[in-house]
């Protein structure tokens, strides 16, 4: 076989093409942050209900999004680095994992400090605060066994085996705690035809969501390129490189 | 396919034979199990209306926790002397081989964990309709709780912190196994029915007995790589 992607995702080309697009993503992940923030803080009105407070929702959907999309994209990558022994696969999927975890973990944080002026309490045994949670904790087991083998191959794999597993499970819990219990407000923007948010708070929660997408490439790239080099250090190019930079 | 039954029936009676002369692998965690339970009464204590609302939730945590405990005897002897290294030379696919030691594994922990926990809640006075929930929940959830620790422990069988990382691992997919498993007892307490719970229940135990042994099976596969 003999697809592009078998040349653009081989870790010596995804490392040269990954640090020429990096200064663009940058850019562009700035401009929307800059563009998403300030309609978000400035432009869009305040919430008739909630007040001023409710602007938190630009920082704390985009990061919930994340969280389920990142783990998407680890296990993904993971599958493909068990199944076709694609190396990219594995260091993407390693490289995701801790960002996976910290933007559960803003989702979690933001949505308590949300959830003090309008439920009263920063914590309430609410469906989807408690599968955010667990989602949490399904990443800390996939980092902690990343940690533990030492041997990086093995260590991909078997993490693979926990990310697939878990990817199974997410519907399951889901649904098993959303029918536990559910105190949430409803979705307001998964319906597409008629979202019950106003358009103009709309935009720049969409904007932010891109932002928060293009932020988690550009960090994704760079410790995917952090990766490679470890992992690649007596490869003949990673040589080369460190020689026309001086390193060695 | 005859040949299949007949090596997996052969390990599943290896290793129960090995359960049988090994019996603090069997009493230990029921003895955890016990300890559990009691810690729970003393934190709460002697009130017993308070109690009598939380052992229900109580008992499934206490399973919980000694099925994470106990899971180390599924692999980790064979993993040390060399057995599991002949399961996976052997003609047999090793999705059937593992499948049989999780069966084994279950009928030497699960099933004396239920006898133990009807005798544990008639002591502590449960409602006889309460205790038939806390049976049928044990009878469709443990296997679940063997299934999915088949797969964690088979991932970390002989890493250094093994138990903690396979704790870390499984207990966040044992919670929708907890939930309805509660809710049943709960429902039970209030004499509602609990079709519903036992269903959702059996479904994923159909589901973990379908793909976990494959998963197991590759798990072993890397561990060995």
Known sequence: MNLPFHKYGSPKYFYSWSLMLSPWLIGFCVLLFAVGLYTGLFVAPADYQQGESFRIIYVHVPAAWMSLFIYVVMASAAASGLIWHVKLGDMIARASAPLGAWFTFLALVTGSLWGKPMWGTYWVWDARLTSELILLFLYLGYIALQGAIDDRRVAARAGAIVALVGTVNLPIIHYSVEWWNTLHQGPTVSKLDAPSIAPSMLMPLLIMAVAYTVYFVVVMFARTRCEILEFERNAAWVKERALEKGVV | ?225
């Open chain 2, 1 to 225: 396919m005859n040949s299949a039954i007949r090596s997996a029936s052969a390990v599943t009676a290896r290793d129960l034979r090995r359960f049988v002369r090994r019996q603090q692998d069997v009493v230990q965690p029921l003895v955890f199990f016990v300890i559990v339970i009691t810690l729970l009464g003393l934190a709460i204590g002697p009130e017993s209306t308070i109690f009598a609302q939380i052992a229900p939730a109580g008992v499934w945590i206490a399973v919980l926790l000694a099925t994470t405990i106990n899971l180390d005897s599924m692999f980790l002897s064979d993993y040390q002397d060399g057995t599991i290294e002949l399961l996976v030379l052997s003609a047999t696919p090793l999705p059937v081989l593992v499948a049989a030691k999780i069966l084994a594994h279950w009928l030497a922990s699960a099933c004396p964990q239920i006898v133990i926990s009807v005798f544990v809640a008639t002591i502590l006075g449960f409602e006889s309709t309460v205790i038939g929930a806390l049976v049928l929940t044990l009878l469709l959830g443990s296997p679940i709780l063997s299934l999915i620790g088949g797969v964690a422990s088979a991932l970390t069988v002989g890493l250094r912190g093994g138990a903690m990382l396979q704790a870390l691992i499984i207990l966040p997919l044992y919670m929708p196994t907890l939930i309805f498993a509660t809710a049943a007892m709960h429902n039970a307490a209030l004499e509602l029915p609990i079709d519903a719970e036992l269903y959702f229940l059996a479904g994923l135990a159909v589901l973990a007995a379908t793909l976990a042994p494959f998963a197991a099976a590759a798990a072993l596969r890397i561990r060995l790589s």
